[in-house]
């Protein structure tokens, strides 16, 4: 038997809304039509705040949270938009765009990439800080898939994906800080990886175009993240 | 990147190693104590791919899970160590007293070369073996003693003021012990 969730009232934007307790600010904003830009975060998937794109203003305190791993409170004041936080998510996207190689002229997913259409929504055409131009491999051993690292956002959507959903734990962050990299099993090849059912769960959930389809030539690569989201609420259906 | 070192963990090694596994189980943070002690065990002090297999397949843990938490730790080596470990801080106060010169000096003196090539050996992060494996040379970010820098830890015993001098010392007499 389910309780019933108890209902809070929040300010976001200064607009009164109410939401149900448990629920993050990032998921009672959406659930408002609020937007608020994010990158790591993807429905159905437990929220790790690793983008920081989400960072909200609470009226209260001078920290910024991010939307997507606060819980919301009752009464609580959420600014979503403003100079400070666009001055704050622009570092984070610029430092991002210079971690790896993105070169969206040549990338599979060029048109269709959730950072590119992020730093063109806030108008990023140049970066201040220098390329990091890291030497980094493609894995191509998969049969029907590819990994490109210098895509790699290190969002974990890849690891949640496989790890909640399919339950095969094939993907994991490996090292520390600049030298994380995407890593299946301990260290092998993709393709030669045991634990992977190539059920492709990881590719769709991929905002970049780091895992993609092989066969896919510049732009072609369409993701569809929305149907990792609806899989998870078809399999919350209880008949 | 991925190497096959054959070393398959023998019944007696598969014995401890389930042992450690079940003194451990239901702790939170089992998977680091067993992982430290069965490298502890280890006559090289490392971590073959083999058992972190074994491992992996004994606590019913991801694979990609064990191989992530190897790699966060520095503890950890993936690589068979040394006899003897030497440990040069590379630290900000250490630094400014030279701890850049001994490092060179160390790895000239035991054979190691000044290029940076393999992969391991990142521009702050040092981790190299003597290929006769008597040594194994290493930086850390501080060992908090930064009022005797620069500090060399020899054998996990702190040395404090070391210059290249007294260094070459430490290691003459370390490789004398170890005979």
């Keep these: ?239 | 990147m991925h190497t096959a070192s054959l070393e398959r963990p023998n019944a007696a090694e598969r014995a401890f190693i389930d042992q450690v596994i079940i003194s451990r189980t239901g702790h939170p943070g089992a998977l680091l104590g067993i992982l430290e002690s069965v490298q502890e065990r280890h006559p090289n002090k490392y971590l073959p791919l083999e058992t972190l297999e074994y491992i992996a397949a004994q606590t019913n843990t991801p694979l990609s899970r064990i191989y992530s938490v190897v790699t966060f730790y520095a503890l950890f080596n993936l690589q068979p160590q040394g006899d003897n470990t030497i440990c040069i801080c590379r630290g900000t106060a250490c630094h400014t007293r030279g701890s850049r010169n001994l490092l060179q000096s160390v790895r000239l003196e035991l054979g190691l070369g000044l290029e940076d090539a393999s992969e391991t050996s990142e521009a702050d992060k040092t981790l190299l073996t003597t290929p006769d494996h008597k040594f194994t040379v290493r930086t850390v970010a501080c060992f908090g003693q930064c009022a005797m820098a620069p500090v060399v830890e020899v054998n996990h015993r702190i040395c404090g003021h070391v210059n290249e001098r007294t260094l070459q010392r430490e290691i003459r007499t370390v490789e004398r012990e170890s005979y």
């Design chain 1, 1 to 239: 038997m389910r309780l019933p969730q108890k209902k809070l009232s929040i300010r976001i934007d200064g607009e009164l809304i109410s939401a149900v307790e448990g629920q993050t600010i990032l998921q009672a904003a959406k659930a408002n039509g609020k937007y608020i830009p994010t990158l790591c975060d993807l429905e159905g998937l437990t929220p790790v705040g690793a983008c920081r794109l989400c960072i909200v203003e609470i009226s209260g305190t001078d920290r910024l949270f991010p939307a997507c791993t606060t819980p919301i409170q009752d009464g609580m004041s959420v600014t979503t938009a403003s100079t400070r936080l666009a001055h704050h998510r622009r570092i984070s996207v610029e430092l991002l765009l210079v971690e790896r190689n993105h070169t969206c002229a040549v990338c599979v997913s060029n048109g269709h990439c959730e950072l590119q259409s992020l730093a063109s929504a806030m108008g990023i055409s140049t970066v201040r800080f220098a390329y990091n131009y890291p030497k980094l491999g493609v894995d191509l051993s998969h049969p029907r898939f590819v990994l490109d690292h210098n895509r790699c956002i290190l969002c974990t959507r890849c690891v949640r994906a496989c790890a909640d959903l399919e339950g095969a734990h094939v993907w994991e962050i490996t090292s520390r800080g600049i030298h994380s990299r995407i890593v299946s099993d301990l260290n092998q090849k993709w393709g030669e990886s045991r634990s992977c059912t190539n059920c492709g769960k990881c590719v769709q959930a991929c905002p970049t175009g780091a895992l993609a389809a092989k066969g896919c030539a510049v732009e072609e690569m369409v993701k569809r993240a929305d149907n990792i989201s609806s899989l998870v609420h078809r399999r919350e259906v209880q008949v």
